[in-house]
């Protein structure tokens, strides 16, 4: 058979609701001495025309691109598929996105390793010029990759490298 210590309450429900109501009365009774901050200050340009626009990648995203590059093995290390769409880091921002075939196929976690998405994207071993760098050579071997295997997709237009800098519309291809 258990048995149960005595268990004594502490305060009595009637004492808290007091003890609450005149935290309550005290808070509302000071003065508000609160000061206001920004969280984030923006940083304006002079007016006097010396800053020139920066212009936007014209970025394109297309599901059946990034269904392609899932289909083939990890570029980095070669792990079989099925791999992770890793978008490169460069270029991009709050509500930016980078376009579809600057992407890579990356393996996520296997055989007890985190995987080589991780690796080169949120891992921190890679310093950021390092990390921009295997960023585009692994995305270059894709984009090779799915060329020579015929798995281009039809709708999304042949990369450039003279595309990397373009107007300020984004577009969406249909899968």
């Known amino acids: ?54 212009p936007k990648e014209d970025v394109l995203t297309s599901e059946a691109y990034r269904r392609a590059v899932r289909g083939l093995e990890c570029m980095r290390c070669g792990y079989p598929p099925r791999s ?25 976690p296997h055989d007890g390793t985190p995987g080589c998405h991780h690796f080169v994207g949120t891992s921190g071993t890679l310093p950021k010029a390092e990390r921009r760098a295997e960023d585009a050579r692994l995305a270059a071997k894709t984009r090779e990759t799915l060329r020579a295997r015929g798995l281009w997709p039809k ?14 519309v984004s577009r969406e291809v249909a899968p």
Do not use: Y
């Not at 004594?8 to 609701?17: I, Q, V, Y």
């Not at 992770?84 to 990356?106: S, V």
């Open 1 to 54: 058979m258990l048995r149960r210590t005595a268990m004594t309450r502490r305060n009595a429900p009637e004492a808290r609701a007091a003890q609450r109501a005149a935290e309550r009365a005290a808070t509302l009774a000071a003065p508000f001495t609160a000061t206001l901050r920004p969280l984030h200050a923006a940083r304006m340009g002079r007016c006097d025309g010396s800053a020139a626009p920066v």
């Open 84 to 108: 992770q769409f890793c978008h490169t880091d460069e270029g991009k921002g709050a509500g930016i996105k980078t376009d579809d075939r600057r992407g890579w196929a990356g393996c996520g």
């Open 155 to 168: 709708n999304v237009p042949e990369w450039s490298e003279a595309q990397v800098v373009g107007t300020d």
